[in-house]
């Protein structure tokens, strides 16, 4: 009887124990929300490593017969994947230069991916009157970078969330794999304003400090771990706005534009169906005219930039509208958190 009871004993501590757990997990089965976090608003830079090399353009080569550029004129294509050069495995750039120069002017076979089909094409390298070396004017690229905004960092563990959607390649959305991704930060050096039909965006500069790394990319955002804060960074503890308190109305948005740091602008937001889109939940106006004299509304670099209202953080801006630029979208900030790694 005695282990009988036991057993029955320990199915209910077993049960209560499921019954906990479950209470701590959010809708999307991640562990329970940080109820504070630090305000974000500083620009970052991303650079993403895909272990791919991939057709990035061509250039023009300067031969004593004229301009031409042998790749493009071979038939790749941007964004072509290549996967072997001369019937050697291609890991870097350099490979692919290495058996352009090694060549001696004969043609050099090219195995490649052009989405789901695979091509081999042969490439006769030129030399090139400007340098005096074999060229086929092939731009590859193992990568891929780009400028966001932080939008929060928690200070126990260093985690934190930026952008408020993926990074996608070029080509039908899909979010960029990678096999390393560093984070580093970033001067704002100047703004292309943003016009109907045109969006803008920051200009900046990278710095060669490294910030810490990005574990995740996501629809909602890219996730990581900061190291180290950028300069000039100021902490300032934020609550987490319940879903169920965010109102259409007034809030502001924080976001660094210009050598000012980072600054407060007004915006008015407007709730749309939540479960339209994953990263766009809500509508947002841009109100604040300094905000529209240096920038023209939202621009790029921007996304990520954290919405305050009511003294919460409710969300991040994630993009522009094409047709106006003083209008964009925002992402609840719980389907932010509850991607933290």
Same mark, same amino acid.
């Given at each position: 009887?005695?282990?009988?009871?036991?057993?029955?004993?320990?199915?209910?501590?077993?049960?209560?124990?499921?019954?906990?757990?479950?209470?701590?997990?959010?809708?999307?089965?991640?562990?329970?929300?940080?109820?504070?976090?630090?305000?974000?608003?500083?620009?970052?830079?991303?650079?993403?490593?895909?272990?791919?090399?991939?057709?990035?353009?061509?250039?023009?080569?300067?031969?004593?017969?004229?301009?031409?550029? @042998?790749?493009?004129?071979?038939?790749?294509?941007?964004?072509?994947?290549?996967?072997?050069?001369?019937?050697?495995?291609?890991?870097?750039?350099?490979?692919?230069?290495?058996?352009?120069?090694?060549?001696?002017?004969?043609?050099?076979?090219?195995?490649?991916?052009?989405?789901?089909?695979?091509?081999?094409?042969?490439?006769? @390298?030129?030399?090139?009157?400007?340098?005096?070396?074999?060229?086929?004017?092939?731009?590859?690229?193992?990568?891929?970078?780009?400028?966001?905004?932080?939008?929060?960092?928690?200070?126990?563990?260093?985690?934190?969330?930026?952008?408020?959607?993926?990074?996608?390649?070029?080509?039908?959305?899909?979010?960029?794999?990678?096999?390393?991704?560093?984070?580093?930060?970033?001067?704002?050096?100047?703004?292309?304003?943003?016009?109907?039909?045109? @969006?803008?965006?920051?200009?900046?500069?990278?710095? @060669?400090?490294?910030?810490?790394?990005?574990?995740?990319?996501?629809?909602?955002?890219?996730?990581?771990?900061?190291?180290?804060?950028?300069?000039?960074?100021?902490?300032?503890?934020?609550?987490?706005?319940?879903?169920?308190?965010?109102?259409?109305?007034?809030?502001?948005?924080?976001?660094?534009?210009?050598?000012?740091?980072?600054?407060?602008?007004?915006?008015?937001?407007?709730?749309?169906?939540?479960?339209?889109?994953?990263?766009?939940?809500?509508?947002?106006?841009?109100?604040?005219?300094?905000?529209?004299?240096?920038?023209?509304?939202?621009?790029?670099?921007?996304?990520?930039?954290?919405?305050?209202?009511?003294?919460?953080?409710?969300?991040?801006?994630?993009?522009?509208?094409?047709?106006?630029?003083?209008?964009?979208?925002?992402?609840?900030?719980?389907?932010?958190?509850?991607?933290?790694?």
């Amino acid at each position: 009887m005695k282990y009988k009871t036991n057993i029955k004993r320990g199915a209910a501590i077993l049960l209560a124990l499921i019954f906990l757990l479950s209470c701590s997990v959010s809708a999307k089965g991640s562990v329970a929300l940080p109820k504070t976090v630090l305000l974000g608003g500083m620009p970052f830079g991303v650079s993403l490593q895909t272990g791919e090399l991939r057709v990035g353009g061509f250039d023009d080569v300067e031969t004593e017969s004229g301009i031409c550029s @042998p790749a493009r004129d071979a038939g790749l294509m941007e964004n072509d994947i290549i996967k072997k050069v001369n019937g050697k495995d291609i890991k870097s750039a350099l490979d692919v230069t290495l058996e352009v120069k090694s060549s001696n002017g004969a043609a050099v076979s090219f195995e490649l991916e052009r989405g789901e089909e695979k091509l081999s094409l042969s490439v006769t @390298p030129m030399l090139s009157t400007k340098t005096g070396e074999l060229r086929i004017g092939l731009w590859l690229e193992d990568g891929t970078s780009g400028l966001g905004t932080v939008t929060f960092i928690k200070e126990d563990s260093g985690a934190f969330g930026g952008l408020g959607h993926g990074i996608v390649k070029t080509e039908g959305g899909e979010l960029c794999g990678f096999k390393k991704a560093v984070v580093s930060a970033v001067t704002v050096t100047g703004v292309q304003k943003g016009k109907s039909g045109a @969006p803008g965006e920051l200009k900046g500069e990278f710095h @060669p400090e490294h910030l810490g790394a990005v574990t995740k990319n996501t629809n909602s955002g890219v996730f990581g771990y900061m190291t180290s804060y950028p300069k000039g960074f100021e902490k300032r503890e934020i609550g987490i706005a319940e879903r169920d308190s965010i109102r259409n109305g007034g809030a502001t948005i924080f976001s660094t534009v210009d050598g000012e740091g980072v600054c407060e602008y007004a915006v008015e937001i407007t709730l749309l169906d939540e479960g339209k889109d994953e990263n766009k939940n809500f509508l947002i106006t841009v109100t604040d005219t300094s905000l529209v004299e240096k920038t023209g509304g939202i621009v790029r670099g921007m996304s990520g930039s954290p919405v305050v209202q009511d003294g919460k953080l409710i969300g991040a801006v994630t993009h522009v509208l094409v047709s106006d630029p003083c209008r964009g979208y925002g992402i609840f900030i719980d389907n932010m958190l509850s991607e933290i790694p």
